[in-house]
């Protein structure tokens, strides 16, 4: 026993200066992430500026529950989530591939830097590029569509539309900077898989599905199954940014209902309420995708 | 020992990081002087002129009420100024004086905010200074002052494509619908007027016209909500026009405040709708800058009614006294200062030397006076030395003074808000069908079912017992 722990005070000290760089991070989450917690049960109480706060059970729940747009507001929040999820995920592992596909070094890092860019822009920014690049029949999108004698679109105020442009604008935004992962990933794989590989006489396509994507999946897997952590985040900053009294309430989402009615209003109770009822719904989505994914592929987070 | 002291630095920048933003060290104050803490939206003590202005309005308390008053500002950081002071009021830092742009209700609700009813009542100052409007919201809600214009939209038009369409000033709608078809047909691909994502500017100039009144207004005997009337449905057939002969702008609907102005800027729309005063002289000279020409404000339309609709349910946004002020009394002589005309004096012109210059005897502005605006209140019957406003902002002001209209309205319960939030995103997306021509009108009257059908019985049923 005493030996064991010999053993890790060594390594502990050996590996001194990774703990001391690490330490900022920990402090880091514990104060910004774990001390917060103990405030969820305000999601149970009416808030007092003087005195202690009221407890006031389930309240704040059923005035969330309760509304009469309540599911239509948690049915967009699911159904932007699920297009984002479904049509965007695999973009950046797409990029990925094909990063890894080009041979000039200087061409590779000149392309990633420029699609990095977007990720540090507002979506106030973004917004205002897309509702003018959209805008009809006068945008640049819709001159292109008329060259082609297509009929303009109003893809801004259109209910069918919207929620394909959000998906669009947050590919264009971060399908470069959530490609890093992959890259990384992919940059780990040793040269001489592919070295046996071109022996054996296989394509590059063989060698970009068997070898590239087999040895990838563990990092797609956990990436997918932390992405669901946030399901319920179906994006605040570009809802609020992009919709308009044409498709409010086809883009209405938990966030936006949440922040006109309670928090504009000093009702932090019924955010709080909010934000615990999809911190649930995510941790219930971690752990049933984190099973299902063992139970299909033996990978899994944990 | 390079990494260490790398690995140190890192460590020291994140701690440096987490805690950044402690509070200021209160300066130390002599006895008989009483302090004062105030918040405001923009009002924080890291900018000199607003110290600097602190520091003249405490000489001029001291003249106007023979008391020594030290005034501190509290720092409010940079966001959502609504949000982040309901923050610090939860962390328990409560200034004596506190300026509310929403979230008031929750915290008057639990009694912290004093009622400024007694006060107001017997202040000669305040009853000379406060327009009727003021004192019914006062009367709806006692516990937010404010000293300001109602916030009136005036249409503007651009002065050469209004002359070239006649010159007229238009009276009726008909009379309005003929100004704008002239300067569509002038300039076709221009649209005439736009607005920013919904109606609500344009609403001031045409609502009362077609008998939307009031927010609330008497329809078969009994309080309908005005935007399920009959008046709401034949205000946006009209609507549904501009839109289809492109004098309504095609995408009011994405267009915000900035890109409003952009477009009468650029020559892409002939008039907007602004809030009477300083920000008409604001478009005007700009619109003079890249244009070379004026605007001509336009009166409200003549119809059933005729007037800028001004809502008596409460203040929006306003000064409160915080009830756990040791010094309420002063507090509010201090508003009550603000709002004579030395306050006027101090707040809205500005600092001398800097804003202005008094040059024998009378007051000049300099070129920074348009980076000046009033922190405390803006008195619309002050009769300034020198005059503040250009033509088209004091015309503004003129068009408020003369066809303002009271608008008996209540606050809706916060029990009701979840309901009242959705009965408006309908209206919001039926108004916009409609008018976009993707609904018929005949479309309204399924949006009033529905309306009813989403709780708007009960808040109806409410409005009738309130207002009866």
Known sequence: ???????LRKRIYRDRFFYFMLAPVIVFFIIWHYLPMWGVRIAFQDIRYIGANEWVGLKHFKMLFSSPVFARVFLNTITI?????????????ILAFLFNEIRSAGFRKGVQSVIYVPHFLSWVVIAGVFISLLAAPDGAVNKILLFFRIEPVAFMTSTKWIRWVFVASEAWRSIGWDSILFIAAINSISPALYDAATVDGASRFQQAIHITLASIIPTI???????MGFFMNAGFDQVFNMMNDAVINTVDIIDTYVYRVGLTK????????AGLFKGVIGLFLIISTDRASRRISGEGVW | MKRLLLAGLVLMLAVVGVFAGASEEAQPVDEGVTTIRIVGKDFNPSEEWNVQLLRQIEAGFLEYSGKQIALELTQVAEGAYSQLLNLMLLGGDIPDLIYFQGGD????????????????????????VLMDFNKERLANYPYLLWLAPPRARTAVIREDWFEEAGGEIPETIDDYYALFSAIKANHPDAAVVTDTGNTARMDFTFNQAFGVTATWVMQDRAYVYSKVSDAERDKLAFYQTLYAEGIFDNEYITTKWDTMEDKLYTGAVAGVFGTAGIVLDIYENKLMDNQGVGLVPLPPAQGVGRGYPVSSAKETRGWAISATSENPDIVFELLEFMATDEGQYIDRYGLEGIHYNVVNGEVVFTDEKANWWPRFHEVMSWDAPTAMLGPAGQK???FILEYSVGDPDFPIPADMSPTWDALENLYKEYSFKIISGEYGIDKFDDFVAEWYRLGGDDITEYANSVLK
């Not at chain 1, 026993?1 to 053993?7: E, G, I, L």
């Not at chain 1, 897997?221 to 992405?227: D, E, H, K």
């Not at chain 2, 929750?106 to 107001?120: E, F, S």
Request: no cysteine; net charge negative.
């Open chain 2, 396 to 398: 503004g002001w003129d």
């Open chain 2, 105 to 128: 209700e929750v915290i008057a609700n639990q009694g912290l905010l004093v009622d400024l009813g007694p006060y107001v009542a017997s202040s000669d100052v305040m009853q000379d």
């Open chain 1, 221 to 227: 897997i956990t990436v997918f199954i932390l992405n």
């Open chain 1, 1 to 7: 026993m005493s030996d064991a722990r010999n053993v």
């Open chain 1, 266 to 273: 000093g009702n932090f109770s019924l955010g709080t309420a």
């Open chain 1, 81 to 93: 989530s699920a297009m984002k999820i479904g049509f965007f995920f695999p973009l950046p592992i």
